[in-house]
């Protein structure tokens, strides 16, 4: 058993008869009453978010992960294959298990949580940011600007990511899977 003051990202706890990984928490100390621990709570079975708030000093039961590599191979239909770098073992994960498919490339390497009591896969970590090569943009029109404009841009993945004026069709940009923001433009 864990307790609120262990909350951090990513830790998976059993709430309501299922699993839940913590994707965001807020400690808050109001000047009146008890501290609490505001939470958003991602179910790994159903990908449904929920808010909860926790009391200081709740006792929330964690859930035992193991993390291994596996790379993406390619996706069929809502399915996505992944393959584990050290056995070449093979798993299949449904699209709701991903906090960012649309950012997934083939070849890309990921770290897959595992529940140790079953061995099922609770979620997949992406890295903190990937590089992808834009493969659609509207051409920015010079002059046509204020401070910070962006455009949309297709990138080889088929996500739809709002980058600056002066990207074009065939860059390389560095993309933020969390936020799934433009970062940078990647020279090679």
């Known amino acids: 058993m864990a307790s609120t003051s262990d909350i951090r990202k990513g830790l998976c706890i059993k ?9 965001e928490f807020l400690h808050v100390k ?12 991602k179910s790994v079975t159903t990908g449904k978010v929920i808010d909860n708030t926790f009391s200081a000093g709740h006792k929330i039961e964690d859930v035992r992960v193991e993390t291994r590599s596996y790379q993406y191979l390619y996706p069929e239909g809502d399915s996505f294959h992944f393959m584990n770098t050290d056995d070449y073992n093979q798993i299949t994960l449904q699209k709701e298990t991903l906090d960012a498919p649309d950012l997934l490339k083939e070849g890309e390497v990921v770290k897959i949580l595992f529940n140790t009591e079953d061995s099922m896969p609770l979620s997949v970590e992406m890295p903190a940011s990937v590089i992808l090569e834009v493969t659609h943009s509207e051409p920015g029109v010079k002059g046509n ?33 969390e936020k799934g923001a433009y970062l940078e433009r990647v020279k090679e």
């Open 15 to 23: 709430y309501n008869n299922d699993i839940y990984k913590i994707i």
């Open 30 to 41: 109001p000047g009146k009453g008890p501290a609490f621990v505001r939470t958003k709570l």
């Open 145 to 177: 600007t204020a401070t910070n404009a962006t455009k949309p841009a297709t990138v080889e993945t088929g996500a739809r990511i709002n980058v600056p004026l002066f990207i074009n069709e065939g860059d390389k940009i560095k993309i933020d899977t």
